[in-house]
Antibody, heavy 128, light 111 residues
Framework: EVQLVESGGGLVKPGGSLRLSCAAS????????MNWVRQAPGKGLEWVSSISSSSTYIFNADSVKGRFTISRDNAKNSLYLHMNSLRAEDTAVYYC?????????????????????WGQGTMVTVSS | QSALTQPASVSGSPGQSITISCTGT?????????VSWYQQHPGKAPKLLIY???KRPSGVSNRFSGSKSGNTASLTISGLQAEDEADYFC???????????FGPGTKVTVL
């Protein structure tokens, strides 16, 4: 079964740090671009970060630039989001999501795609 | 504030058709044929319904269809069913600076 499972969320004070993880299974993780999308309580979806299959391309939303770092370990089938200088407005459920199609970023560059597989999400609360 | 605009709510009776609009700009929806739509039930993860404006992933009901005209994309749900009651989000590729932008979501109510 194709599956993404996030972990690492919790309560953190403003200015603190947290690392989220996303464990992938049931597909060839190394062939897919991966993404983080968040949803503040009662609000809509917000794209956060994307990383290409070989980590060649990394993109971040303006709201997290300089504070969040996306990374992946293809040997461990895992995606990460390192979050520093956390603010109250970062409070949200964080989802990892897979691109719909495989992308060989070395051969073809970055190919944007829809997100076809989502994890169940992990809650991050930033509060003193 | 979302980069894309959607109506806050749309409602319809069982069996009817409803359409949800998603308005962007000539830099996102109007420029790229990379609009996708997601359905989200309360407490659940989003589910991909439509990609590349009008294509349906395997397993998604053909009651869901997508289209685009200019800077506005649309999702139509035909033969509305009780299980369609959910939030619906549009998303567009917006280039290498912003990458992806989402709409604020539309709550669909089945009367």
């Amino acid at each position: 079964e194709v599956q993404l499972v996030e972990s690492g969320g919790g309560l953190v004070k403003p200015g603190g740090s947290l690392r989220l993880s996303c464990a992938a299974s049931g597909f060839t993780f190394t062939n897919y671009n991966m993404n983080w999308v968040r949803q503040a309580p009662g609000k809509g979806l917000e794209w956060v970060s994307s990383i290409s299959s070989s980590s060649t391309y990394i993109f971040n939303a303006d709201s997290v630039k300089g504070r969040f770092t996306i990374s992946r370990d293809n040997a461990k089938n895992s995606l990460y989001l390192h979050m520093n200088s956390l603010r109250a407005e970062d409070t949200a459920v964080y989802y990892c999501a897979r691109d719909r199609e495989e992308n060989d970023d070395i051969l073809t560059g970055y190919s944007p795609e829809a997100f076809d597989i989502w994890g169940q999400g992990t809650m991050v609360t930033v509060s003193s | 504030q979302s980069a894309l605009t959607q109506p806050a709510s749309v409602s319809g009776s069982p069996g009817q058709s409803i359409t949800i609009s998603c308005t962007g700009t000539s830099s996102d929806v109007g420029y790229y044929n990379l609009v996708s739509w997601y359905q989200q039930h309360p407490g659940k993860a989003p589910k991909l319904l439509i990609y590349e404006v009008s294509k349906r992933p395997s397993g998604v009901s053909n009651r869901f269809s997508g289209s685009k005209s200019g800077n506005t994309a649309s999702l139509t749900i035909s033969g509305l069913q009780a299980e369609d009651e959910a939030d619906y989000f549009c998303c567009s590729y917006a280039g290498s600076d912003s990458l992806y932008v989402f709409g604020p979501g539309t709550k669909v109510t089945v009367l």
